[in-house]
């Protein structure tokens, strides 16, 4: 009996080890980078915090750069393979961890994009970067088309692949106080995170989609997870209050769109009827309503993709940047 019972606590001890190794920090210290990681010291409202990003020279340099923001869900460690495309095209590609995501620091400030934007460019700034070709994804869409707003003369071209905000949620998602936002956060796990990256992002699952889910649901394993939480119910507070929807028509640069049409992303899906959820995130009509209202837009569209293309469908997806780029 005694020998069971000291099996029984060396299985539990091994499985408690197991999952503690597994564990990710808030700031990703344990997940790797396609390249090395540098850090931007800055200083947001008296607290001192680091911007992570990427920044890779190419071999043969065509004298051109371009910049790539992540979704929300997400971070540099996503963009690899365009990244590599790109670099062998010549391109020097920068890619930021945009404050609050990924291994940047995860500050308790206020989150909008006009500051997001405003950061960016002072990373631009200190790598002696004076225009770039601008490309965002889902939320870096939004962030992308606010920094082609606010800086025109620095953007060589806005590139958006399947962005959010390309409708305004507050027109028929129920707004949720700070505090709901938060507590909805903590209750994140690797089974809603799959969940919902099953029924939104992916036309058809591949196992290889399982480690955006451990990265996503990976760090509630931290202690530090109540400050992620809440870093990401302020981000997400920030979507739904900031729109860009309505300014499109005033973009001044070249516009391309890569649209995977089997998108149903929706921020703040869960606060909607399950009837109410298939009325919007219909990115097959919102690809071409946007095009519409952008002067000279060029839009691409993916049949065969959700909100992803450039992993989902990476060959078809990186012939079309790769035609279309500046």
């Known amino acids: 009996m005694k020998r069971l019972s000291f099996f029984i606590l060396l299985l539990a001890s091994t499985y408690a080890y197991a999952q503690q190794i597994q564990s990710l920090s808030i700031t990703l210290e344990n997940v790797e980078y396609p390249f090395p990681v540098k850090f931007l010291p800055l200083n947001i409202e008296g607290q001192d915090v680091r911007m992570a990003y990427m920044d890779i020279k190419p071999d043969n340099p065509n004298g051109k750069s371009l910049m790539l923001f992540h979704g929300k ?19 020097r590609v920068l890619v930021p961890d945009q404050i609050g995501f990924g291994k940047s620091s995860k500050p308790f400030i206020n989150y909008s994009f006009h500051r997001l934007a405003a950061l960016n460019k002072q990373l631009l700034d200190s790598l002696g970067i004076q225009k770039t070709v601008l490309m965002g994804h889902s939320m870096g869409g939004m962030l992308a088309s606010r920094f082609a707003l606010l800086y025109p003369e620095r953007t060589a071209q806005l590139i958006l692949e399947n962005p959010i905000g390309l409708e305004d949620y507050r027109r028929f998602v129920p707004s949720a106080s700070p505090e709901a936002m938060y507590q909805a956060e903590l209750r994140t796990t690797p089974e809603s995170v799959k969940r919902y990256y099953q ?23 931290s202690s530090e997870f109540p400050r992620y939480a809440k870093v990401s119910a302020l981000t997400a507070q920030m979507i739904y209050e900031q729109p860009v929807v309505y300014e499109f028509p005033l973009l001044r640069v070249p ?12 921020v703040g899906k869960a606060r909607l009827k399950p009837e109410d959820q298939k009325k919007y ?16 837009s060029v839009l691409i569209e993916f049949s065969n993709s959700g909100h992803i293309p450039h992993l989902e469908i990476p060959e078809e997806f990186l012939r079309a940047l790769g035609e279309n780029i500046k």
């Open 199 to 221: 029924t939104s992002y992916f036309v058809q699952w591949k196992p290889e989609y399982d480690e955006l889910v451990f990265i996503a649901s990976g760090v509630n394993g």
């Open 255 to 266: 516009v391309l769109l890569l649209i995977g049409t089997q998108d149903k992303t929706i």
């Open 73 to 91: 869900n997400f971070g540099g460690y996503y963009w690899t393979n365009v990244i590599k495309v790109l670099s062998a095209k010549g391109y």
């Open 281 to 296: 995130g219909l990115y097959n009509q919102l690809g071409k309503e946007t095009a519409a209202k952008i002067p000279g």
